[in-house]
C-alpha cells in the first residue's frame, strides 16, 4: 500500500491569456522519489509554485497527507513541505549555521517577548535549534564551515546549504528545483547520494531537472511536462522509451500535441503547392 503525500488534482495556472499549466493531475507517495522533467518552458517551475503557496492555482487543489494547503508559503512550510531554488537564494551576509537556523522558524514556537527578554524558555529552544542546525550540518559534511559567511563558499557546497536550510523545517516532503545546475560530475554524483541519503531519512522528493541521467538513476517515477500539460508518467525505463517524450524533446510534432493539427495543414498546403508545377513538368516532357 502506498500512502500519498502530495496530491495535486486538476491544477491549471493562467496567466492572463496564456495557460502554463493545464489540469495537471500529480502524486507524491512517502518514501518515493518522483522526477518532472520537461522541455524549456513547459511549465515545470510555475507547477512547482503552484505547490509551494507562491501561486495560487486559477483552478484545482493541492493537498499534503489528505489536508487542502492555504496558498501561502509559510503556511506551505508549516504543513511540511520545503523547497530550493533553481537560482541559490541564501543569505549571503549570514553564516553557515545562521541560515539554517533561518529554516527552523517554523518549527520553533518562542514569541517576540519570549526573544526580547531572553528567558529560559527561549533560550532553551535556541540551544535546541542549533543542535538540529548542527546535525544537518553535519549530514551534508558542512559541519567544519559553520562560522563561513554563505557567500564565500563553492557554488556546489551552496546549493547543499540550501537544501539543509530548506531540511531544517523538518518536512515530510522536499521539493528541489534543478538541484544540479552548473555542477561538475563530481558535484553532481555527490547531490544524488544525498537525495537518496534523505530520502533514507522518511522524506519524499519530488525533484525538477534536466540532467536526464541524474533523473533517471533517481526517480521511482518520472512525469513529463509538455507545454502545460503532463504528457506521460512511469518508471524511468517507460519515460525513456516513449516516443512521445522523444518527439517532445526533439522538437517535432507527436500525437496528442495542439500543434499537430497545425503541422498537418502545413505539410497538406505544401504538397498542393508542389503538386501543379510537377503536372506542369510532366506535360512539358510528353510534348
Wanted: with cysteine.
Amino acid at each position: 500500500m502506498t500512502t500519498p503525500v502530495l496530491e495535486a488534482r486538476d491544477v491549471t495556472m493562467r496567466f492572463g491569456g496564456l495557460t502554463a499549466v493545464r489540469s495537471v493531475d500529480f502524486t507524491v507517495n512517502a518514501g518515493e522519489i518522483v522526477g518532472l522533467i520537461g522541455p524549456n518552458g513547459a511549465g515545470k517551475t510555475t507547477f512547482f509554485n503552484c505547490l509551494t503557496g507562491l501561486y495560487v492555482p486559477t483552478e484545482g487543489t493541492v493537498s499534503y497527507k489528505g489536508t487542502v494547503l492555504p496558498p501561502k508559503p509559510h503556511l506551505v512550510t508549516q504543513a511540511g513541505i520545503a523547497r530550493t531554488f533553481q537560482n541559490i537564494r541564501l543569505f549571503a551576509n549570514m553564516t553557515v549555521l545562521e541560515n539554517v537556523l533561518v529554516g527552523r522558524h517554523t518549527r520553533t514556537k518562542e514569541g517576540l517577548w519570549s526573544a526580547l527578554l531572553r528567558g529560559p524558555g527561549f533560550k532553551k529552544a535556541e540551544r535546541a535549534s542549533e543542535e538540529r542546525a548542527m546535525e544537518l550540518l553535519e549530514f551534508i559534511g558542512l559541519a567544519h564551515k559553520r562560522d563561513h559567511l554563505a557567500r564565500n563558499l563553492p557554488y556546489g557546497e551552496q546549493r547543499k546549504l540550501e537544501i539543509a536550510r530548506a531540511m531544517a523545517s523538518e518536512p515530510g516532503l522536499l521539493l528541489l528545483d534543478e538541484p544540479t545546475a552548473g555542477m561538475n560530475p563530481q558535484e553532481t554524483r555527490a547531490t544524488e547520494e544525498l537525495v537518496f541519503a534523505i530520502r533514507d531519512r522518511g522524506i519524499a522528493v519530488l525533484l525538477i531537472e534536466h540532467d536526464m541521467r541524474f533523473v533517471f538513476n533517481l526517480s521511482d517515477r518520472v512525469a513529463v511536462l509538455v507545454q502545460g500539460e503532463k504528457l506521460v508518467e512511469g518508471t524511468s525505463d517507460v519515460v525513456q522509451a516513449d516516443e512521445r517524450v522523444i518527439a517532445a524533446y526533439l522538437g517535432e510534432p507527436f500525437e496528442g500535441d495542439p500543434g499537430e493539427a497545425e503541422a498537418a495543414e502545413v505539410e497538406a498546403a505544401e504538397a498542393a503547392a508542389e503538386a501543379p508545377s510537377t503536372t506542369s513538368s510532366t506535360k512539358g516532357e510528353a510534348k
